[in-house]
């Protein structure tokens, strides 16, 4: 197996100054900022990892457009990626907050079946399980899943929340999968989907999910 991390980091440095060397049991990792998180591109470039500056988080009238930002990166990895890895390269998307356990790699290439999507638990720091099945902070799959294979992969959505509901229902249930594997999360769950210090802007925008539903965060849907 070949395995790259991808992930988005505004603002967040301090959170994944924590779990950033965990990661590096990968074979490749890429960190997606914005140009100007100068904490972030420090962090990365101290840790020797590799740093994506885009602005897209915010185009188009999105409050953090995480999926557009982990589309960037993944053109970058798909460009970079070698021939010889092909065949057996896998992309796992994760989120800043989260620090893996030692020893997670071999728990992926365990379940690294083609044609899943793997997924993982996660334990707030300080308490217990957080509820909820696949979602963004971690998911895996092969490169060549024909699930997979839509450029752009994710599309634009008003916040960082959405595009991981979107993406798991591209494969079948009995194709998902959650690893014995417990990824510690670090803050408040929810408040920054429209980036860091935005918390209204969070909850006006799940006041319209009431309404719309979570699809209409997709930006350009029709409702």
């Excluded at 988005?8 to 100007?36: F, H, I, M, N, Q």
């Excluded at 970079?80 to 620090?99: F, I, M, P, T």
Aim: contains cysteine.
């Amino acid at each position: 197996m070949w395995l790259d991390v991808l992930i988005p980091c505004v603002s967040y440095a301090g959170r994944l100054a924590r779990g950033l060397a965990r990661w590096e049991e990968a074979d490749d990792v890429l960190v997606v900022t914005e140009p100007d998180d100068l904490e972030t591109r420090r962090l990365c470039a101290e840790a020797g990892v590799a740093c994506l500056g885009t602005w897209v988080f915010r185009a188009d009238g999105a409050a953090f457009n995480k999926a557009a930002a982990l589309d960037a990166g993944l053109a970058v990895l798909d460009k970079v990626a070698r021939a010889e890895v092909l065949s057996r390269r896998w992309v796992l998307l994760a989120d800043a907050d989260v620090e893996p356990p030692r020893g997670w790699r071999a728990v992926v290439e365990a379940g690294a079946e083609p044609g899943f999507l793997l997924g993982a638990r996660r334990v707030q720091e300080g308490g217990g399980l957080l509820p909820g099945g696949l979602a963004g902070f971690f998911l895996a799959f092969a490169a060549d899943d024909p699930a997979a294979q839509a450029r752009p992969l994710l599309g634009s959505w008003y916040s960082a929340a959405g595009y991981d509901t979107e993406l798991v229902e591209r494969w079948p249930e009995d194709r998902r999968v959650v690893l014995p594997l417990d990824l510690v999360h670090r803050g408040e769950p929810v408040v920054d989907w429209c980036g860091v210090g935005r918390r209204a802007e969070v909850e006006a925008m799940l006041g319209r999910r009431d309404l719309c539903g979570w699809r209409a965060e997709r930006l350009g849907a029709r409702i």
